[in-house]
């Protein structure tokens, strides 16, 4: 059984050695310019430096508020805008219009970008296209943080999708999974928490048995499920 370790650390503090993927927990938002170009590049170079997948942090281009996943060869793999606005960025910045998840070695991956985590459509049209994990940066607020925001969005998420859902928003970190994927029951592979670095792995055979015994795409739209078989690995 292959696990992918992943881990949410502050921004280039190094990963451990068998470290496949890593979140950056950075909570602010690089707009164009110097300091998006900055970013951009060392987060380049830490990609290539560890071989590892990295999620860039939030930042501004072209009118769209981005997340970034880089390849271990610090190629772009994919950059995915909000398809959602938080209210302070509407007219300043424009929504996406697409939800493209990426076919890796670990998996296939979905960036979910700051408000898209509110909006269920999002994570299930990630999940109809495919996803097994659902890597979310959100720019919070601290005094918006709530229990009730992680059990309505990203725990919520991960049982009615059957993917995992890593998030980091307002200073701390959650991951969840289907229930029956935890030992515990309870959905919660990490509980939120300030406590950094966060390290987790994603088990896709385990998931796959979940999966194979409460087939919700497949209930959900059979017909897209069958169509596209191949390409989601059912």
């Known amino acids: 059984m292959e696990l992918f370790p992943i881990e ?10 068998d470290a496949k993927l890593v979140l950056l927990a950075d909570g602010g ?8 170009h900055r970013h951009l590049s060392r987060c380049v170079r830490y ?27 610090g190629q772009a793999l994919c950059r995915q805008p909000a398809l959602h606005l938080a209210l ?13 998840v990426v076919h890796t070695g670990l998996g296939n991956l979905f960036l979910c970008v700051d408000a898209d985590i509110y909006h269920p459509q999002v994570l299930r049209t990630a999940a109809l296209k495919g996803a097994d994990a659902v890597l979310s940066v959100q720019c919070l607020d601290p005094a918006e943080e709530t229990p009730e925001r992680v059990l309505c969005t990203v725990w919520n998420a991960a049982q009615s999708n059957n993917v995992y859902v890593a998030n980091y928003a307002a200073g701390g970190a959650v ?5 029956p ?9 990490v509980r939120r928490t300030d406590a950094l670095p966060v390290r987790f792995a994603l088990n896709m055979e385990r ?12 209930q959900i739209n059979p017909a897209l499920v069958e169509n596209y078989a191949a390409e989601l690995g059912r």
């Open 207 to 218: 998931l796959d048995e979940v999966r194979a015994r409460f087939e919700l795409m497949e």
């Open 29 to 36: 938002i690089h707009f164009d310019g110097a300091d998006l």
């Open 88 to 100: 302070p960025l509407r007219g300043a910045l424009r929504p996406g219009e697409r939800a493209e």
């Open 47 to 73: 990609a290539r430096e560890h071989r590892v997948h990295l999620v860039s942090g939030l930042f501004a281009h072209e009118g769209n508020l981005c997340l970034c996943l880089l390849g271990p060869d």
């Open 175 to 179: 991951v969840c999974c289907p229930a």
């Open 8 to 17: 949410i650390r502050p921004p280039f503090q190094p990963p451990s050695e």
């Open 181 to 189: 994927v935890t030992r515990a029951g309870d959905g919660f592979l």
